[in-house]
């Protein structure tokens, strides 16, 4: 059963006021009008039914982005957009492959959309967690609102498991079932207190493009994903998959750029981008605008390519989130064949790690890939990292990448 709820004026947006992918311009003044919740039991067609919420709230999601950048009311109680997030348990059900193992933090949606409105200039619109739960809409279980404490991290596979992950990965690459997946670990840690600070630390890392704070009734999820699952704005759209990290310093630059292995899995994700784009009809010749460029997240380089499409027939959101989800840096090639290894071999669902979250405006989109991401629900903390397997990968070596990963969230966490 889908799950569409009206909202009161207090209904908690994020404690920083930012919600991922929102217009810096809008920060601050809006509130949450109705959402829509999807959960994989629910059965249907995701991407469908959350397209028909939005487009039924006003927002043209059946030709998105067709047009250029308009100029739309922001008076108060004018349409502002929408929040919208997407776990990879949903994604790969749009893209027709299994849902995956049972999710560590069911009590999140695997779809949620919360439309916004403007407010008037000044007015106060973000509530914190704190706050929200004193009126009885954000509650965090019975771990109380008093000084933040994180216990000790639980991993829902050991080092020796993880290695083996990895081992079977190449054992499938051998036979030629596919030719790269990824594989994502998962930990999660009991905590005290009001999360509030711990998930403006996360949001506020170096690098995030997406950085921000969603929240739902009882949980809540922070992101500080440098990567773009899909952008569509001034008619075109866009992808920027990022795949090879090594440690930011001057010989780990050095070492990404020359390596061989990193360079050809990540030619291969975006090959899959690009391919995943040419599905769409409403779309023309795709481009790699960009290939290979070295960014910064924290203390990580990660190597980021841009690809991109002109619009050129009206574009349906459900069409486009069919064709990107899951997004193919955490899923790996050929995506379905990939998304089956997945389900074999990772004990625990993704949760709200590797799907997309963002935002839906009434002329554009923007969703970052939902790597870098925790969320936390009544009693816990839960993260997760991981990164693509290839022949050439080397356990050990991809058991130290995910820690590295992992490292800057939790130490935000419990800083």
């Known amino acids: 059963m889908v799950h569409e709820t009206p909202l009161a004026d207090h209904f908690p947006t994020p404690p920083s006021g930012s919600l991922p992918g929102a217009p810096a311009s809008c920060q601050g003044r809006h509130r949450a009008l109705t959402a829509f919740e999807w959960f994989c039991c629910d059965g249907g067609d995701p991407a469908k039914l959350v397209a028909e919420f939005l ?19 922001t008076g108060a109680g004018s349409l502002c957009g929408a929040a919208l997030y997407v776990s990879a348990a949903a994604g790969s ?54 000084e933040w404490w994180l216990g000790e991290w639980a991993p829902s596979w050991t080092p020796k498991e993880h290695a083996a992950a990895v081992d079977a990965v190449r054992e499938a690459i051998g036979r030629g079932d596919v030719y790269q997946v990824n594989v994502v670990g998962h930990a999660s840690a009991p905590y005290r207190g009001d999360p509030a600070a711990a998930l403006r630390r996360v949001a506020a890392l170096p690098g995030a493009r997406y950085g921000g704070v969603l929240t739902g009734d009882g949980w ?8 773009t699952l899909v952008e569509v704005r001034g008619g075109r759209v866009i992808t920027r998959p990022i795949k090879g990290t090594r440690p930011a310093t001057e010989q ?20 899959l981008e690009r391919n995943d784009l040419a599905r769409l009809p409403a779309l023309g010749p795709v481009t790699v605008d960009e290939l290979f460029a ?26 486009l989130l069919r064709a ?29 790690s590797m799907g997309g979250v963002g935002w839906v405006a009434p002329d554009y989109l923007d969703l970052g ?27 050990t070596a991809e058991v130290e990448e995910a820690a590295a990963k992992a490292a800057p969230i939790r130490a935000a966490l419990a800083a």
């Open 324 to 352: 990107v989800c899951p997004g193919g840096s955490v899923t790996g090639a050929p995506k379905l064949a990939a998304l089956a290894e997945i389900n074999a071999l990772e004990p625990v669902g993704r949760g709200v």
């Open 369 to 395: 890939l939902s790597i870098r991401t925790v969320a936390v629900d009544g009693e816990r903390v839960h993260a997760w990292a991981g990164g693509g397997i290839t022949w050439d990968s080397d356990p």
């Open 93 to 146: 059900v749009m893209a027709g492959g299994p849902s995956g193992p049972p999710t560590p933090v069911p009590a999140i949606p695997d779809v949620y959309a919360v439309v916004h409105v403007h407010t008037a200039d000044g007015a106060p619109s973000v509530q914190s967690p704190a706050q929200a739960h004193k009126s009885g809409e954000w509650r965090p279980g019975d771990q109380g609102l008093g």
């Open 55 to 73: 487009a039924g709230n006003g927002l043209d999601v059946r030709n998105i982005g067709r047009t250029a950048t308009q100029v739309h009311p």
């Open 220 to 227: 809540a999820l922070a992101t500080a994903s440098p990567e």
């Open 252 to 271: 780990g630059r050095r070492e990404l750029l020359a390596s061989a292995k990193e360079r050809a899995e990540h030619v291969m994700i975006v090959d």
């Open 294 to 319: 070295v960014r910064r997240w924290v203390n990580l380089w990660q190597a980021e390519s841009v690809v991109s499409a002109p619009i050129v027939a009206p574009l349906d959101l459900a069409d």
